[in-house]
């Protein structure tokens, strides 16, 4: 469990990176028009990660719970398989996704990859269990917790900020533009 944690961990810090880097600053994609779709996707994608980083390093998803935990690892794949697609549309205005995201986004699915073959079988033994989400067996290191809660904190206001300039809401381009983001 706790390998699969620290490649969480990593996935979070180059997701966080791609983020800042790749959508807010090099692409505006609160400023973009046309990029309401890719938001809205990224908004349910750190809503996903929200829950999984916040409480995955500290409760065991046993029975029913367990297929609620699968069911938010699929939704996760589904959301970056439809992200991929939607993606190439936004971006041609700019001249398509950057090479160096493209780059990023394949190291970050290796990760997931990394991360859910050392899950799976953890979610398996738990889906046996009675139903119930209690604190781990196996010990986590208290800074693990930490790192991860700081990732839930922070993938959840990302998703709150892409929710809203994906809403078109006033100020929802902030900093980049004050024309906001159209259909």
Not at 68 to 80: Q, R
Request: aromatic content about 10%; overall charge neutral; glycine content about 8%.
């Amino acid at each position: 469990m706790t390998t699969a944690l620290w490649l969480l961990a990593v996935q979070g810090a180059i997701g966080a990176f791609d983020t800042v880097y790749y959508h807010e600053w090099r692409a505006r994609l609160p400023a973009l028009p046309g990029a309401r779709a890719e938001l809205r996707l990224h908004a349910l994608r750190a809503l996903v990660y929200a829950a999984l980083f916040a409480l995955l390093p500290r409760v065991e998803w046993r029975g029913a719970w367990a297929y609620v935990l699968a069911s938010l690892l699929a939704a996760e794949v589904f959301i970056t398989l439809r992200d991929f697609v939607v993606e190439d549309a936004v971006r041609a205005p700019l001249g398509g996704v950057f090479a160096g995201e493209r780059t990023t986004h394949t190291l970050m699915a290796i990760i997931y990859g990394a991360m859910l073959a050392n899950l799976l079988p953890v979610l398996n033994a738990w889906r046996h269990q009675s139903t119930a989400l209690v604190p781990h067996t196996e010990v986590v290191p208290e800074g693990l917790v930490w790192v991860l809660t700081l990732m839930s904190a922070g993938v959840a206001l990302s998703g709150l900020r892409d929710a809203y300039a994906a809403l078109g809401l006033p100020g929802g381009a902030w900093p980049w533009a004050s024309a906001g983001v159209k259909a």
